[in-house]
C-alpha cells in the first residue's frame, strides 16, 4: 500500500519533509504510541484525526522533540532528530507549533510576540523583524492590533497572532495542534481561513484536528489514529467516503459524519 | 487626661532624622533583599542540584529563626566569631537582608512555578535556549505575578526595620523611646510615631495595589 499510496501523493516523488519510523512513546507504563511510521511530503496538508488520547498530539510533539520518541526514530529533512538540547533547538526553529491553548506570552503585545523568535533567537535586527511581524500581523488579518496585548484579544484573534508567531521564524513546516478546539464556534472560521490560505501558498503542514469538514476540504492526506497506531490512511476523499476499518468507520460516525 | 505635644515639637528635627533612618534602612533593605532573593529564587528553581540543597536549608532556616534573633546574633555574635564588628546600621542591613531576602526568593519561586507548562513548551517550540526562556518568558510573568504578595513583603520589611533600635540604630522608634523617656510622655510620642508609620506604609501599600490592578493581565496566560 506504501509504494503506491507514495505515487497519489504530492510531490510523493521527492524526499519527505518529516518521516516517522515506527515511534514509539510511553509515559510510564502507558504505550502512547506504539510504532508509528508515515511521512509528510513537501507541501502537503497532513491531518491527524482519530479519539482523544489516540496519539495525535504526542507524535505531534515528538517531531519537534517537545517529547523524546523512547523507540523509533523522526527524520526531518533527511536527517534524524539530533540527540543534543543545543542541536534540537536549531531543528525547532524551522519548524513552526500552533497550540490548542494558543500559548501567546502575555507580558508582550501582539507584535512583540511575533517579532520576539527572531530578535531573541536569530539575532534579527529589531526594526526589520518587528516590520516583518507587522506583515505577518496583516496577513492574519490582524495588521491593526500589534499594539494589543493577548488579554486584549479574543481567541481567534490570539491564535491568529499565534500562527503569525510560528511564521515569523520561516519555518519549513508548520504543526497544528487543535488550533481550534478551545475556540468559540464563531471564531473557529477566522483561524481555518488563515490556515486554508497558508496551505493554498504551499506550506507544509501537519494538522491534529477535529474538524473534520476542514480535513476534508483542505487537507492532501489522512492520518487516522487509535490507540497509538495509525490505523488507516489515505486521501480525504478515501478516508471520509470510504473507509475501510471498522474503528474509522465508528470514529467518524460518532462524530456525526455523513460525507 | 492631659495630652503635651511640645516633646514632639521641641525634639521635631531628632524624630525626623530618626524617619530618614528608617527610610534609608527600608530602602536599601528592599533593594539588597530584592537583589538576592531573587538570585536565591532562580537558583532554587533553575541551579544545580548541588545548589538547591543548600539554598533550600537557607531559606528554610531564615523562616523558621525569628529575625530579632538574626539581628541580635549578627551584631552581638558575629564579631565574636569572625573579629569583625559592624556599625549598628550596617548589622541591621545585614541581618533584615538575610531573612527578607528568603521571602522574596519563596515569592519567586511560587510566581516561576505558577506559569503553565504550556508557556516554556510555545517557548522551546519557537526554538529558544533555556536561559532565554527564563530570561524573556517566566522571570517578566512571575514578576508581575508576585507583586501582591511582594507589596505584602514591603510592608512588613518597613515595619521589621523597628526592631534596629534594640542595637541602638537611631531610627525612628530608637528616637521616639528616647524623646518619650524624657519627657515621660509615652502616649503622645508613640502615637506620633504610630501614625509615622502609617503614613510611610499605607502609600506604599496602596500604590503597589493600585500597580498591580494595571499589570496584572501581563502576567496572565
Excluded at chain 1, 130 to 143: H, P, T
Excluded at chain 1, 207 to 225: D, G, K
Excluded at chain 2, 34 to 42: E, N
Amino acid at each position: 500500500m506504501e509504494s503506491t499510496a507514495a505515487g497519489l501523493r504530492k510531490n510523493g516523488d521527492q524526499p519527505p519533509v518529516v518521516q516517522y519510523d515506527g515511534v514509539v512513546k510511553r509515559f510510564g507504563s502507558l504505550t502512547v504510541l506504539n510504532g508509528v511510521s508515515a511521512r509528510v511530503n513537501k507541501g502537503e496538508v497532513v491531518c491527524l484525526i482519530g479519539p482523544s488520547g489516540s496519539g495525535k498530539s504526542t507524535l505531534l510533539r515528538c517531531t519537534n522533540a517537545l517529547e523524546i520518541a523512547d523507540g523509533g526514530r523522526v527524520v526531518f529533512e533527511g536527517q534524524p532528530l539530533p540527540k543534543t538540547e543545543g542541536e534540537l533547538r536549531h531543528v525547532r526553529q524551522r519548524m513552526g507549533m500552533v497550540f490548542q491553548n494558543f500559548e501567546l506570552f502575555p507580558h508582550m503585545t501582539a507584535l512583540e510576540n511575533v517579532a520576539v523568535g527572531p530578535i531573541t533567537i536569530l539575532g534579527a535586527n529589531p526594526a526589520e523583524a518587528r516590520a516583518k511581524a507587522q506583515m505577518l500581523l496583516e496577513k492574519v488579518g490582524l495588521g491593526a492590533k500589534g499594539g494589543n496585548h493577548p488579554s486584549a484579544l479574543s481567541g481567534g484573534q490570539q491564535q491568529r497572532v499565534a500562527i503569525a508567531r510560528a511564521l515569523a521564524m520561516d519555518p519549513d513546516v508548520m504543526l497544528f495542534d487543535e488550533p481550534t478546539s478551545a475556540l468559540d464556534p464563531e471564531t473557529i472560521g477566522e483561524v481555518l481561513n488563515v490556515m486554508k490560505r497558508l496551505a493554498e501558498e504551499g506550506m507544509t503542514m501537519v494538522v491534529v484536528t477535529h474538524e473534520m469538514s476542514f480535513a476534508r476540504r483542505v487537507a492532501n492526506w489522512i492520518l487516522v489514529f487509535d490507540e497509538g497506531r495509525v490505523i488507516e490512511e489515505g486521501p480525504p476523499a478515501q478516508i471520509f467516503d470510504a473507509p475501510t476499518h471498522a474503528r474509522t468507520q465508528s470514529f467518524l460516525s460518532h462524530l456525526g459524519w455523513n460525507g | 487626661m492631659d495630652f503635651d505635644f511640645s516633646p514632639i515639637v521641641d525634639n521635631w528635627g531628632f524624630l525626623a532624622q530618626g524617619l530618614l533612618i528608617t527610610i534609608e534602612l527600608s530602602v536599601a533593605t528592599i533593594v539588597a533583599a530584592t537583589l538576592v532573593g531573587i538570585a536565591l529564587g532562580l537558583g532554587r528553581v533553575y541551579g544545580p542540584g548541588w545548589l538547591r540543597v543548600p539554598l533550600t536549608f537557607y531559606v528554610d532556616s531564615m523562616r523558621a529563626i525569628p529575625v530579632l534573633v538574626v539581628l541580635v546574633w549578627t551584631f552581638f555574635a558575629f564579631p565574636l566569631v569572625t573579629g569583625i564588628t559592624l556599625p549598628p546600621f550596617w548589622a541591621a542591613l545585614a541581618a533584615l537582608t538575610l531573612h527578607i531576602s528568603a521571602f522574596v526568593s519563596e515569592i519567586l519561586r511560587a510566581g516561576l512555578n505558577s506559569i503553565r507548562p504550556g508557556q516554556v513548551r510555545a517557548a522551546r517550540a519557537l526554538g529558544m535556549s533555556g536561559a532565554q526562556i527564563v530570561r524573556k518568558i517566566l522571570f517578566p510573568q512571575a514578576v508581575v505575578r508576585m507583586l501582591p504578595a511582594y507589596g505584602s513583603l514591603l510592608s512588613v520589611t518597613i515595619k521589621d526595620t523597628a526592631i534596629a533600635s534594640v542595637i541602638a540604630v537611631p531610627d525612628l522608634m530608637r528616637q521616639s523611646e528616647t524623646i518619650a523617656a524624657q519627657n515621660y510622655a509615652p502616649i503622645e510620642v508613640f502615637t506620633t510615631a504610630m501614625l509615622a508609620y502609617f503614613l510611610i506604609l499605607f502609600p506604599v501599600t496602596r500604590a503597589v495595589e493600585a500597580f498591580y490592578r494595571r499589570v496584572a493581565h501581563l502576567g496572565r496566560s
